[in-house]
């Protein structure tokens, strides 16, 4: 899979994708990444990407024209790219769903805004997409486009070791991890729960499966509303509601007469 990245900060980005997974999958070939610096493409002098707002106001707004020649020039020397994602606070918000999308193509292009905004033309002319990776400000795209990179890139077949993990992260079920435990057994006073010493492989799945749904349930009540549960979790979500709504012992109802 093939990304290129545009940004004013190619250093920053650059440092970022030398470790770990996704560092790894680029040494292995499994990834493309090119980042590009946006300076390359202006036309002055002081290598300007940004200008003051037409209206008036605070702050600058980056310029179309070299982002413009940024994404001709990466078509020309990289391809016809699937799609141009700019990454900012007005795109759709990313999650899970959309990162497996992503990584059913082959070519992404990244814009890396800085700024008060981009011209509003760069989304009409160059971008295809605009995705926000939450609801909070940062400083520039590039924090986001290497969000992206990294979530999207997991699910690149082989990008990730053993596809097991893959398979059991968080979301990719619509719930929450369960609790993980390593030794020792016990710290502080603090115990691993029995199930998961106990070698009884169907019974720690269930009893994993149990403490993801009660967290999401506690946690992101939101996500069940979403997950398509089968007969299991479902079995599982009411267990845990009943027990929930179970008068506790000693203090049941007297029956009025
Ligand atoms: N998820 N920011 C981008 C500058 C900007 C503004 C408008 C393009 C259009 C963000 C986010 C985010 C702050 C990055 C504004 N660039 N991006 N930057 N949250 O907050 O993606």
Redesign the pocket.
């Known amino acids: 899979m093939k990304f290129d990245i545009v940004t004013i900060f190619p250093s920053m980005v650059r440092n970022a994708l030398v470790d770990g997974v996704v560092g790894r999958a680029i040494d292995r070939g499994l990834l493309d990444v090119a980042v590009h610096d946006l300076r390359e493409w202006t036309d002055d002098g002081h290598r300007t990407v940004d200008d003051v707002p037409y209206g008036g106001g605070p702050g600058m707004v ?1 310029k179309v024209e070299p982002l413009r020649r940024a994404v001709e020039a990466i078509t020309a020397a990289r391809g016809v790219p699937d799609t141009v994602i ?6 759709r918000v ?1 999650d899970q769903a959309e990162a497996a999308r992503l990584a059913g193509l082959a070519h992404i292009v990244l ?8 011209d509003e033309r ?1 989304r009409e002319l160059v971008a295809t997409d ?12 590039e ?2 486009a290497l969000v992206l990179v990294d979530t999207v890139s997991r699910l690149v077949p082989g990008v990730v070791g053993d596809v097991r993990s893959v398979l059991e992260d968080s979301f990719s079920h619509g719930v929450l991890d369960h609790p993980h435990y390593t030794r020792p057994a016990e710290v502080a006073g603090s115990r691993v729960p029995d199930t998961l010493l106990s070698g009884h492989h169907a019974e720690v799945r269930r009893w994993r499966r149990k403490a993801a749904l009660t967290r999401t349930l506690d946690r992101r009540p939101d996500l069940l509303t979403e997950a398509v549960l089968d007969a299991e979790g479902r079995a599982l979500l009411d267990e845990i509601r009943r027990e929930r709504t179970a008068t506790p012992q000693g203090t049941e109802q007297e029956t009025e007469q």
């Open positions: 980056m700019v990454l900012s606070p007005q795109g990313f814009l890396c805004g800085r700024y008060e905004g981009i760069v605009e995705i926000s990776i939450g609801d909070y400000v940062l400083s520039g795209g924090l986001p």
